[in-house]
């Protein structure tokens, strides 16, 4: 072996001598590939694995927590809930409308492996500025490779977000969560187990695509990324959704032992987690593997990334019910191997041992580094935002008007009207919605759902903002009556060699960890994406949340939009004068500076509750969570959706006209109430020590806001909701 | 009344349709699997959207060679109510039960939205027992829903009420804004000249519960169970 061999491959000299040291002898070129994706970032998580283990992990419903294909929360009645979510940030830059589809093949193959029926997927992406030709074709095709996908397979697309920030323009983010309902006893784990058991590879052939997606996945985009693109893999819903009908209906009826899905790393993923998991070998025959042409390498088929495939572990007895269901769906089922006892994966081809390793080295065998971080240079001069500098407001209709039409707060109508949101008929709140509800057939019961991350927030501070990101997400499930759950996680983050970016890591995992654990929403899984780069610049730090909430009786549920004419318009939560990382410097004043908003986990935690439990209780008409666009954004958003007007009046109490309008202070929820149940809601926020400013009445065509008695916002609702209805597709016209 | 919902590989809404028929309508339903050949004791026969062969040809250009489609164009023949939804309506126009085509939306893209129908007919098996002058609330979610005919097919639709549901405003009025796809005229819903045979882009099973948003599209399954209890008695 030569130095460039592994160096091609993207392993370091020393990680080469480990493997040499790990197995006793140089690897042969099929092992160094093997070696060379399992030890990639993206499948081993070296450098990310020591940070990951500070997550809170437990919780009394957690029924599957971090290291299987998805995680599990029981939501009683014997049901339980599987989610996870998944990157898929470089093949959707060269190649978006394929590498957004198989993001979301990828994750919606991740929940039914578990034995979940899939219900649903949300998205969370984002792009450049719109301005920029690139990025609108990189945007359109990724929402139509999402489209095209879930829409053919039937799972709906029931919410998620779009950001728009210039730090995205080479390197955008489209982070995919799927969600799947499942009986507690039902549950099925990658697993290889009982020794002379059949290894099946079931759904589509392999072929030569997607070789090394993991490791491209794992370096920074540059100018050769474009070449890259045969790395992308091409996506087959409808081989999919056989694939998912005939596992279920396989899961369902009869014993499977173990199964997992092909995703990065192919093959040599699948086999060596399932056998390390079951801490058992593998005999693989590849020879018995069915592929789409002839003449394929060992070192082809262990490394492609073809997609819709699955391999399963059963009992002798029950090999030929699969060979007979998949057969009916008209699929390939081939039984490539048995299960053996020495733990090691043992891999033949035209009668050779092609490959001859212990499971274990290529799963657990990866280096864990603990890389060096340093506080970046930037937040010296980013904190720094004297607001004696910048003018206050004096027209504020007009920018009122300028944020419901900035992309980041205008309406994502354009992206979710392309998706079947209401598919499987379970869908009671979709999209543009605080958080996207299901109904569960056969149960009163409901599942809110939400992805949330404001990365110029992390970008600033990425200790709070990360904080941000979990309370904002439990936030928007509780506007939705829901109890917050479990959280899934994709940290998207550039490189990780380099100590600043190690930093923004370290900080925001620290940041999500309490406040995880504050509101006891424990982390189930999820992914990690470094390297997002392009021509040595990174993106603003992203840790995504997605999480799950219950409600108990979906019939209760509430959304942000006023209801009747007459309701009193509270607010609960306090505001203070903190514009840093508001949208309102970015759009106004071409801003992204100060520190982000303060978030008292305390507080958020008792407004979270009041909320929940007037809901709960029936008293509300509405709540909607505030962030972006502040309190101005929050009335007109919830006037929009029944176009109901409100009649509003603030007191300044010292703080700046933007910041009381347009600030981004966080713990805050605005909701409507009947006058009859207002004194309820008042006591009950008291008993909290919640904050709570009545702030006018709902009614009229108009939202009219005054401040300390004078008018300030007085616009016609349709025009408003027009602009922000409008904003985002007249870029796209 | 019995039911039948045929599942070609790739149908997505075949469980919407069935749960319609089951919790909703509450009649008996059963699925049909595509490559039945014999088919018996139905009385109703919904095709469900979806993306039959995963329809990466025309849509619905496979699915007509399926072994089923044999018995569901000789049981709608001999006059047994068929009704082709989304996907389904594609198929039944490429098995030639039902006139007309379906194009690529105009704006080139999957949608999915309400949209409100005018209703053309009321004297169908699956219009009998709409309320006159309700404008039918019931969602689509397509890409190819462009429904086109050559103009004297057009002609022949409209001597004989073969246009059954137009796309429209809220308030009932057909206007171009309230066409989602570019159909021509507006259409949303047509059936064959002996009317037994129903193809339409809305979803109805998606609207049969207040919980949806709309409970209008139930008023197409009572008009069917209502027809067939009228033929009985």
């Not at chain 1, 020393?14 to 040499?20: A, D, G, K, N, R």
């Not at chain 1, 193959?109 to 920029?132: H, K, Q």
Request: hydrophobic share 40%; net charge negative.
């Amino acid at each position: 072996m030569r130095p460039e061999d592994w160096r091609n491959l993207g392993l370091t000299d020393e990680e080469f001598q480990l493997i040499v040291k790990t197995i006793g002898r140089e690897p042969n070129h099929v092992e160094l590939g093997m070696f060379s994706v399992m030890w990639s970032e993206h499948c081993s998580y070296k450098h990310s694995k020591a940070v990951l283990r500070t997550f809170p992990t437990e919780g009394e419903r957690v029924l599957q927590g971090p290291g299987e294909n998805a995680g599990i929360v029981g939501i009683g009645d014997g049901l339980a809930v599987c989610f996870k979510i998944e990157s898929h940030n470089h093949p959707s830059a060269v190649e978006p409308y394929q590498g957004a589809a198989t993001g979301l093949g990828g994750i919606i193959r991740d929940i039914f492996t578990m034995g979940a029926r899939p219900i649903a997927s949300l998205d969370s992406l984002r792009f450049g500025s719109l301005d920029d030709p690139r990025v609108r074709y990189l945007f359109s095709g990724v929402v139509s490779g999402i489209a095209g996908y879930g829409n053919c397979i039937g799972i709906p697309t029931v919410g998620g977000e779009v950001y728009f920030d210039p730090c995205y323009r080479g390197n955008p983010l489209v982070n995919v969560l799927c969600v799947g309902l499942l009986e507690v006893d039902k549950i099925k784990l990658g697993r290889a187990s009982g020794v002379g058991n059949p290894v099946l590879l079931v759904g589509a052939r392999t072929g030569r695509d997607g070789m090394h997606g993991a490791s491209f996945a794992s370096d920074e985009l540059n100018e050769t990324s474009e070449q890259k693109r045969p790395a992308v893999q091409v996506g087959d819903p409808f081989m999919e959704k056989l694939l998912l009908e005939a596992c279920l209906e396989l899961m369902n009826n009869h014993e499977v032992l173990g199964i997992q899905d092909l995703g990065a790393a192919g093959l040599t993923c699948a086999l060596s987690e399932m056998a390390s998991r079951g801490g058992t070998g593998l005999d693989i025959d590849l020879d018995k593997v069915p592929c789409r042409e002839e003449g394929m390498t060992a070192y082809e088929i262990l490394l492609s990334e073809s997609q819709e495939r699955m391999l399963m572990v059963v009992a002798p007895e029950q090999e030929a019910v699969v060979h007979e269901v998949f057969a009916r769906w008209g699929l390939n089922a081939a039984t490539i191997g048995r299960v053996t006892a020495d733990g090691i994966l043992r891999i033949r081809k035209d009668g050779e041992v092609v490959v001859e390793l212990p499971a274990k080295s290529l799963t657990d065998g990866a280096p864990v580094y603990h890389p060096a971080a340093v506080k970046p240079a930037y937040l010296e001069t980013s904190a720094v935002l004297d607001l004696k500098q910048i003018p206050d407001v004096t027209d504020a209709n007009q920018v009122l008007l300028e944020l419901l039409a900035a992309p980041n707060i205008a309406s994502k109508e354009w992206v979710w009207r392309q998706y079947d949101y209401m598919v499987r008929t379970c869908t009671v709140e979709g999209p543009g919605s605080d958080a996207a509800v299901l109904r569960i057939r056969g149960s009163k019961k409901g599942l809110a759902l939400t992805t949330d991350c404001n990365s110029r927030y992390v970008y600033l501070d990425p200790y709070t903002g990360a904080k941000i990101a979990v309370a904002e997400a439990a936030r928007n499930l509780v506007c939705s009556g829901a109890e917050p759950l479990a959280v899934t996680d994709c940290l998207n983050f550039g490189n990780p060699d380099k100590p600043e970016i190690f930093w923004q890591f370290k900080e925001a995992a620290k940041g999500m960890s309490e406040a995880c654990r504050a509101l006891k929403t424990p982390v189930t899984g999820g992914n990690v994406s470094f390297y997002n780069e392009s021509y040595g610049e990174a993106i603003y730090p992203t840790p995504v949340v997605g999480m799950v909430g219950l409600l108990e009786d979906v019939e209760k549920r509430c959304t942000q939009a006023f209801k009747t004419a007459g309701d009193y318009v509270v607010l609960l939560g306090e505001t203070y004068d903190e514009l840093g990382g508001s949208e309102y410097l970015a759009t106004c004043h071409q801003l992204v500076k100060g520190l982000p908003p303060q978030l008292d986990l305390a507080k958020e935690c008792a407004v979270q509750q009041t909320v929940l439990a007037a809901i709960r209780q029936g008293l509300l008409h509405s709540a909607h969570d505030l962030a972006e666009g502040g309190l101005a954004v929050a009335l007109a958003e919830c006037c929009f959706g029944n176009e109901i007007g409100a009649q509003i009046e603030l007191q300044s109490q010292g703080l700046r006209l933007d910041s009381l309008l347009f600030g981004e202070s966080q713990s805050r929820i605005l909701v409507s109430v009947q006058a009859e149940h207002l004194p309820s809601l008042l006591q009950l926020a008291a008993e909290n020590n919640v904050p709570t400013f009545t702030l006018g009445r709902t009614g009229g065509e108009r939202l009219q806001i005054q401040v300390d008695g004078q008018p300030r916002i007085d616009l016609p609702i349709a025009e408003a909701k027009a602009t922000w209805r409008e904003a985002i597709q007249c870029f796209l016209k | 009344m019995k039911f039948g919902v045929v599942v070609f590989p790739g149908s997505n809404c075949d469980l919407d349709a069935y749960h319609m028929i089951q919790d909703v309508l509450q009649q008996p339903v059963e699925y049909l699997w595509h490559q039945e050949e014999k088919i018996a004791g139905f009385d109703c026969l919904i095709l469900p959207g979806g993306f039959s062969y995963g329809d990466y040809l025309r849509c619905g250009a496979i699915a007509r060679f399926s072994p089923v489609m044999k018995s569901v164009v000789d049981f709608a023949r001999q006059g047994g109510l068929v009704i082709g939804i989304c996907n389904g309506f594609q198929i039944l126009v490429e098995a030639g039960l039902l006139p007309g085509a379906l194009y690529r939306n105009t704006c080139l893209q999957f949608r999915c939205q309400d949209t409100y129908l005018k209703v053309e007919n009321y004297d169908t098996p699956f219009t009998r027992a709409i309320p006159r002058e309700r404008v039918l609330k019931i969602p689509i979610a397509h890409g190819e829903g462009n429904y086109y005919v050559d103009p004297e097919t057009l002609q022949q639709l409209k001597k004989n009420g073969q246009i059954i549901f137009r796309y429209a405003t809220a308030e009932g009025e057909v206007t171009p804004a309230a066409n989602p796809n570019g159909s021509v005229e507006n259409i949303a819903g047509v059936c064959n000249e002996r009317k037994n045979v129903l193809g339409m882009m809305p979803h109805p099973e998606r609207a049969g519960e207040p919980a949806l948003g709309s409970a209008d599209g139930k008023l197409i399954f009572t008009s069917i169970l209502k027809y067939w209890e009228g033929c009985r008695s």
